[in-house]
Structures are given as structure tokens and as C-alpha cells.
């Protein structure tokens, strides 16, 4: 299998939405604009090399484009670095599961 159908093989059989890294100037930029609970329990981040990035097929396969604002100044952050900031950020904005004590 290739990774567009697996992502959409996870979102069809497990209800997982998945988010693709990009540099795109037009891709959301869902730390600044997404509210917590704004993102579904059941998510991945796909994130590509330092060099190239995703392919085109692969970040259209996702269910969202998204990207970190940056400073004019900088071109672009080590994968390590981008991956901290986004998978701590969307997760800080994942729907909040109930808790069995409410």
C-alpha cells in the first residue's frame, strides 16, 4: 500500500483524520487559528523530510494541510523541532474525552 491509501483506509475504518505537515503558504495554520476541542480524539501527523517535504499526493491524501507561522527570517525548522510544536499543539487542542467520574 502507499501512504494516501493508507491514510484514507485509517480515516474510513477508524474514524482517524489525518494532518499534513506543510510549508504552504495557504495551509491552516491550526495552532493559531483552532480552539481547544476543535480537533477530533483520532488523529496523525505526517511530517516529511528536512529536505523536500511531503509529496503533493501524500499531503492531498490528508485530511488538513497545516503549517507553524514563522518569522520572515526563517526559512524553515529541523523536522525534530516542527514535530514537537505541532504534535504538542494539536494536542493540546484534541476534544476532551468525559471523564468516568462525571
Not at 495554520?29 to 511530517?47: D, Q, S
Amino acid at each position: 500500500h502507499d501512504l494516501p491509501s493508507t491514510l484514507e483506509a485509517m480515516r474510513d475504518k477508524f474514524e482517524i483524520r489525518s494532518y499534513a505537515a506543510v510549508i504552504d503558504s495557504d495551509a491552516d495554520m491550526v495552532l493559531e487559528r483552532t480552539e481547544r476541542g476543535g480537533i477530533a480524539r483520532n488523529w496523525c501527523c505526517v511530517l516529511g523530510n528536512e529536505g523536500n517535504g511531503i509529496s503533493t499526493e501524500v499531503a492531498e491524501g490528508c485530511d488538513h494541510r497545516i503549517r507553524i507561522e514563522m518569522a520572515d527570517s526563517v526559512d524553515s525548522l529541523s523536522v525534530g523541532v516542527a514535530a514537537g510544536i505541532l504534535l504538542h499543539g494539536i494536542r493540546e487542542r484534541e476534544a476532551a474525552v468525559a471523564s468516568p467520574m462525571s
